[in-house]
């Protein structure tokens, strides 16, 4: 087991240890030195200060064109995934097995299936190329509504909520007050996978945006990457070292937010998980 373990380390951690090393390499020194160890002469704060005032500054930009996209979704995905959840763990109306097996059955369908036809609906509805073609589809989590139900089932004991009924307590006012708050662990967890899937989200944004400066940081850095590969307008010659460095910046708030979310994170997961 300790091998196993330390093999699975290895095999996350060799990457980062990659990217936060090559960080520190002019582009002639990533071809030139040894992947796994520094050159000798490291210059990782030139490579943060060319990247931030590469092409005006627009790196800084899609940073922020990240945040805002990964943030907004996954605050809005894991409401919605909490109602939805609240609402098939808690109510009984006819067809709710029919339409959780068609929120199971949504699951198995990958996001790249359906990004064409996402594309073709809201070419008709006139928002491609704007925040709310990559906003939009990201509110639709099957997934996170299926851990929703799980976690609500447990979570939310069916006595608090026939003790706010008694009281007169309407059922906007018992979900937003009581419920919600007993489903914190678990929204928390929909809220990071919907964070790191956004943040990551590259064909959406691909076939969604045409201009640069809407672009997230996943699509403004293959940008760079092929502008480094054909020597394009734009392109210097440590393009491809302002490549790395970028993909460095980009996953230091998803690191954070890891570091910080963790423990609700954890609970998330195991409540639920035990009937009492």
């Known amino acids: 087991m300790t091998i ?3 093999a699975a380390l290895a095999y996350f951690l060799l990457p980062l240890l990659w990217l936060l090393i090559a960080s520190t390499k002019s582009t002639q020194d990533l071809f030139n030195s040894f992947g796994l160890w520094f050159s000798d002469t490291p210059q990782l704060l030139t490579n943060i200060k060319e990247t931030f005032t590469q092409d005006d500054g627009v790196f800084a ?10 943030v907004v979704s996954a605050v809005g995905a894991a409401l919605l995934a909490a109602a939805g959840g609240y609402g098939f763990a808690k109510f009984r109306f006819r067809g709710d097995r029919a339409a959780l097996n068609l929120v199971l059955g ?7 299936a359906l ?7 809201f070419a008709k509805a006139g928002l491609v190329n704007t925040p709310w073609a990559i906003i939009l589809p990201s509110l639709v989590n099957p997934f996170g509504l299926y851990l929703m139900r ?14 706010a009924r008694i009281d007169g307590a309407g059922e906007a006012r018992i979900f937003f007050r009581i419920a919600l708050r007993l489903l914190g662990p678990g929204l928390v967890t929909v809220l990071l996978f919907t964070l790191v899937a956004t943040w990551n989200n590259y064909f959406l944004p691909l076939i969604m945006l045409n201009d640069p400066n809407l672009y997230p940081i996943t699509v403004g850095l293959s940008s760079w990457a092929a ?4 020597g394009g307008a734009g392109a210097s010659s440590d393009m491809l070292a302002l490549v790395v460095t970028g ?3 980009s996953i230091v708030p998803l690191v954070v937010a890891f570091l910080m ?16």
């Open 4 to 6: 196993a373990m330390l």
């Open 61 to 70: 930009h899609w940073l922020l064109n990240t945040m805002l996209y990964a």
């Open 106 to 112: 949504a699951v198995m369908v990958p996001t790249t």
């Open 115 to 121: 990004a064409i036809p996402t594309y073709l609906l």
């Open 150 to 163: 799980i976690h609500a089932q447990d979570a939310v004991p069916d006595s608090i909520l026939e003790a």
């Open 227 to 230: 502008q480094a590969q054909n």
């Open 247 to 249: 993909s460095l910046i």
């Open 261 to 276: 979310l963790q423990r609700y994170w954890q609970s998330g997961l195991a409540t639920g998980g035990v009937k009492q």
